[in-house]
């Protein structure tokens, strides 16, 4: 079997690949497989995950232990204030790319390469690891589907323009960037907020930004082309009933080491303010962990609250921080799955596929065989283990506009679309027109003067004698009818 472009690409290196990175849901390893190969292979590990940048909350953004981080050098923990909710993807890129393995002695990868030093990068916030990957044109802070994150002295103007309307915004976006605001939802407001802080900030509009990122030599459909010829990437996978299972473990584990604990002080210290108006408070920096939006309600709960009042509230913070849990694994799979595994264009990395769903043979489903993957790369032959099959070119168009006159709602995307006419609502919207028509024909029927013999009523007549059928499908079926 041929090769994928990104393994021939790492085979003609014949090196160690210029970086490994570790894809996976939450709870699914990644930090071990990352520390028991930095210790083999001398590398140091790059944090990519959104929350664990930032000081404080150790237990409920899962930020390795200090046994942990005294077996391998880690980089990009711990090092932002909480009361900071403007850090940005592009902040995290530009101190990552800058600091990417040995703080103060190597300013990039290829330098770290060098030295014999492995740049090892794992976390669960899959942007910040595109944004290592992938060349971008637009320098700006960086909307998506697993966070808030707004920009850095921009990011007010961002936020202001999302106070508006849905509709207002999208109107504005229309005006200045059609293209863009075709493939937008108008509920989608931080996108077009986004969308329009960019035409701001640069002149030109973010639609003509991407279609040039396209154009470029090894660039796609969602970005640029790779900023490193060779990475190879590890993707954690569990079957997920067993997954989720050990989700809930974790954050039993989580409470008993102090988890609420550490909210309550956090939230004591820092958001007490904040969280009066529940709105916003959770939308932004590290206020996004999950946890924080869960137990509002206990910890905002009255003095005057009963022992049984609160252990309710404490109850049922803890099962919404399970539920957070798994959805939130889902999410990231999903991620990886569209923005790795079915990304446009061939400038996507080989993905190895490690299962981890059995923890007592994590050595033999799980370490031995990247361990492998990595030796058979370094001496410049294709592993054994293939990579999953990347179905980018099969990727049908996703950002097209849809208009359902009959919900009246908005469509984006084919598969959404296709999924909406296949939906219980649409049908019923369908069932409940169709009524309407025939209530429309039995009223035209009973107020109508009868045509002369002969004759038949126009397209014209039929509107007239029935105002209330609408211009589209019903007045064609009513005019059918009265034919």
Sequence with gaps: MAASTGVRCALRRAVVPSLVVILGA?????????????????????????????????????????????????????????????????????????????????????????????????????????????????????????????????????????????????????????????????????????????????????????????????????????????????????DMEALDKRLDARVDEMLSAGLIEELKDFHDRYNQQKVQDSSQAYQHGIFQSIGFKEFHDYLTAPESSTQQEKEALRNRGIEAVKIATKRYARKQNKWVRNRFLKRPGDNVPPVYSLDVTDVSRWEETVLNPALQILKRLSKGEEPSIQPIRVQGAEQRNKRSHHTCDICDKVIIGDLEWTAHLKSKKHHFHVRKKRKTDVDCKQAQSATAAPAPSGETLSKDSCATVAPSCSEDNTLRQHTRKCR
Excluded at 71 to 77: A, G, I, N, P, V
Aim: proline share 4%; hydrophobic share 35%; aromatic share 6%.
């Design 26 to 238: 939450t709870g699914t390893g990644k930090s071990k497989l990352a520390i028991e190969i930095g210790k083999r292979l001398q590398g140091e590990i790059i944090s990519a995950d959104s929350m664990q940048v930032y000081q404080g909350l150790d237990i409920i953004t899962n930020k390795v232990s200090a046994e942990e981080l005294a077996q391998c050098s880690h980089h990009m923990l711990s090092f932002v204030d909480p009361l900071i909710s403007n850090y940005t993807v592009v902040d995290f890129r530009n101190k990552a790319l800058a600091l990417i393995s040995f703080i103060g002695n190597f300013s990039n990868i290829d330098d770290m390469h060098s030295r014999d030093k492995l740049p090892i990068i794992v976390g669960g916030t899959n942007y910040y690891i595109e944004s290592l990957l992938w060349k971008v044109l637009v320098d700006t802070g960086q909307e998506n589907e697993e966070s808030g994150d707004g920009g850095d002295g921009t990011s007010n103007r961002k936020l202001e323009l999302e106070k508006l309307g849905g509709a207002e915004l999208h109107k504005r976006l229309a005006e200045v960037d059609p293209k863009m605001a075709a493939m937008l939802h108008p509920n989608d407001k931080r996108k077009i907020a986004r969308s329009l802080q960019i035409h701001e900030e640069t002149g030109v509009p973010h639609s003509r930004w991407l279609e040039e990122q396209r154009g470029q030599d090894g660039g796609g459909g969602l970005g640029g082309p790779l900023r490193y010829p060779d990475p190879c990437i590890f993707w954690l996978q569990a």
